[in-house]
């Protein structure tokens, strides 16, 4: 649940325009992601990776990885050309654990410098650290318990307070290291992460608490568990688990031999450090005794960009401003947040997350009246349930999805839906079919021009459920409205009712 946080705020002047980028040079991969604004809820429009490397070798010989030396320039050359021709307004180049660590390090980035032009910013343990910390809070606003972002090169974690960032610190356990510590029992790796962890004595803060886990390693884990209990969802944000749950797997992947991993669905180019990756989660998880693990797609990258917004910026609900976005983008007229109003009759006592939700729901209402007719409920539900909406549990995430279908197709029980069925509680789904419906009903009064609907009302009255429209005949009723409002009525248990003057009545 998300509460406490404003809604939309207009885009800061100070916020800048056109696009923004930003490439993380890290221990195992160099990405590039090009984000159209600096916005509180930035899209994505351009994300590659190539996994070159660079950590490996850093803990035995003290430098990069000459082959991955190699094919980071390259990788680097061509991200600064891309970014060029994408007319990228604010580049940023951030360099973490390998590069930080490396005696070459300072070699290598003067050598980008020299090929790119690119000015690379090698950041601190507890920077790396605050930045991802930054990047959960980005896409969960008001997160408690603990972070832990997973590079190559090493293991950050961060205590959060109901969004305020805690204790940090940064250790050397990152995949890539621990292959390289001569440790070959993993009896041997089990000392060294336990010693490094029973070394926080702020640690314990995290028991019953949720644990966030970044990166992509973790990523993987989240992966393979979704295709092993089949997820109907594969969509790594908020994906949840019981902690002990979360622990068990992990546990199991990192006793994995190569082969085993193979025939298990995931990242093959991760195959080798996947475990060593999973036995660090399994010994944080048994260490720290969160309730829950949620995993979180936003991470250093998110966090940077999250941190040059002004903090009335900071303060935006992410997915409302990422909905209001979309408005901003594809939405034919009017406002659909004066929809707001016009439902909250029907919704009485809901508390605040669930006022959130239906907020969004009334956003992306109209996303899509330029689909075929016949197409409009089927594009409407995947798309707002594969969107990359920040701030929302998979639960919540069906939710929208199903309002979506039944705003376009007057139901939810397609057997396109099932899946988002599956993931919640049959009163959810219930009032995902009245709010989806209510919104059908609204917008075939006002043909999306939805300042019409302040002309009229919508209430529940004992046994009825009562639309009044104006007594001018600017919001004429009809067969379609009638159809609409029996639909809705029959999803409350209550009789529709239209209150229109007897003139009007009587001209039909």
Known sequence: MVTGIRAVAPLNEAQGAGRIAVIDIGSNSIRLVVYDAPTRSPMALFNEKVLCGLGRGVEKTGNLNPDGVAQGLTALERFASLAAGMQVARLD???????RDARDGAAFVAEVTRRT???????SGEEEARLSAMGVL?????????????????????????????EQVTMPLGPLRLMETGVTRQNGLVRLIDQHLEALPWLGKAKGRPFYPVGGSWRAIAKLHMEQTRHPLHIIHHYTLPAEEAR????LVGRQG???LEKMA??????DTLPFAALVFERLLRAAQPSKVVFSAYGLREGHLYSLLTPEGRREDPLLASAADWVRRFVRMGDPSLLMDWTAGLFAGEDDNATRLRHAACLLSDVGWADHPDYRAEHAFLRILRYPFPALDHDERAFLALAAHARYAGTIDAPLTAGARSLVSEAQGLKALVLGLALRLAHTLSGGATALLERT?????????VLTL??????????????????????LNRKGDIVQPARFQAAE
């Open 93 to 99: 180049v951030i360099a973490t654990a390998a590069v």
């Open 117 to 123: 032009g690119l000015d690379v910013r090698v950041i």
């Open 138 to 166: 980005s896409g969960t606003p008001e997160a408690d318990g603990l972070v832990g972002d997973l590079g190559g090169g090493s293991l950050e974690l961060v205590g959060l307070d109901r969004g305020v960032i805690g």
């Open 248 to 251: 068990e797997f992990a546990a």
């Open 258 to 260: 190569r082969s085993s």
């Open 266 to 271: 995931g990242s093959r180019r991760r195959l």
């Open 457 to 465: 009302s919508l209430k529940v009255s004992g046994e009825r459920l």
């Open 470 to 491: 104006p007594d001018d005949g600017s919001v004429p009723s009809g067969e379609a409205v009638q159809r609409r409002i029996d639909a809705l009525a029959k999803a």
